[in-house]
């Protein structure tokens, strides 16, 4: 008796671990199908993407005609009309460029033209484009940017990308009548970040220091558990039914890609008067150096 007890003891045991290597096999049969799926989603709305693009442009040249008086006169109403049309075809052209940018930074082809350039001159530039953006709000935009110049070796137009984002978020979720903060200066040393952030930089302590850029809102500011989860694709904050914002909520998901294509980390803080503060922390043209000596 003690010896079929073994024997089954045994046979128990080997069926489990064929029924366990069996569960392991569908399990990577379903993760590879997992990949897959979402490679094929990509490349759906990748291409979807590009195909709108051509027939939106018709569509706002056409409209720009007409508002232009081109083909005949118009009525004060048909103008406003007009304008809001084409107002709308701008915001969705914006949109399906965002989408094409984030397949090509997820698909790591996007090509960057690196040169030393001055980043707060860059962000001062921003400013002056988004201003008239504030005036529907009666929103402030406060300056606190360093005179000095602040190189670092970037691409200057996904620099302008990164800062017009961040600028068209704080806009967006910042109450009337408030104010938005830009603030430029260089730091030596690494600033208090959340371990994730600071998991995204490398350990070494250049001696060129850092570009640190601080854009805050006077918005309703973000819960600790979506603090880092507002970074990631299609991420959208509620509030109730509504959602806060008009957006696919992929300016923050191209904005850490473009961060980290040059080797530095942004992440997202209470604003000490209400709303938020969303940091980016770049290694200045210097620093940039020693990172590369170090690595």
């Not at 090509?104 to 860059?122: H, K, N, S, W």
């Not at 806009?171 to 995204?200: C, E, W």
């Not at 509620?238 to 300016?251: D, N």
Request: net charge positive; glycine share 6%; with cysteine.
């Amino acid at each position: 008796m003690p010896a079929l007890s073994a024997l089954a003891a045994i046979g128990i045991i080997l069926y489990l671990c064929l029924r366990v290597r069996r569960l392991e096999r569908e399990s990577h049969r379903m993760a590879a199908r997992i990949v897959e799926v979402d490679q094929m989603k990509k490349h759906f709305i990748s291409h979807v993407s590009h195909e709108l693009k051509a027939p939106l442009a018709s569509m706002q040249e056409t409209t720009q005609l007409l508002l232009e008086r081109i083909p005949g006169p118009l009525t004060e109403k048909q103008t406003r009309l007009l304008a809001l049309n084409l107002q709308s075809g701008k915001r969705l052209a914006q949109m399906i460029g965002n989408i094409l940018d984030l397949s090509r930074l997820e698909a790591g082809i996007v090509e960057y033209f690196m040169q030393p350039a001055d980043i707060a001159e860059l962000i001062h530039n921003v400013v002056l484009e988004m201003t008239p953006q504030t005036r529907d709000k009666s929103l402030r935009i406060l300056t606190d940017i360093q005179r000095e110049p602040l190189i670092v070796e970037c691409d200057p137009n996904r620099m302008v990308q990164l800062f017009t984002n961040l600028l068209e978020n704080a806009i967006r979720f910042s109450n009337k009548d408030g104010h938005i903060g830009v603030h430029v200066r260089t730091v030596r040393q690494l600033p208090r970040m959340p371990q994730s952030a600071r998991a995204r930089v490398t350990s070494a302590k250049p001696s060129g220091g850092f570009a640190l850029i601080g854009i805050s809102d006077s918005g309703p500011g973000i819960e600790d558990a979506h603090k880092e989860s507002v970074f990631h694709t299609f991420h959208q904050l509620k509030q109730g039914k509504k959602s806060h914002g008009e957006s696919l909520g992929l300016g923050l998901a191209i904005s850490r890609a473009v961060v980290e294509a040059h080797r530095g980390t942004i992440w997202v803080e209470d604003n000490p008067s209400g709303g938020a503060i969303f940091f980016v922390l770049l290694p200045t043209a210097a620093a940039k150096q020693s990172l590369a000596e170090a690595s």
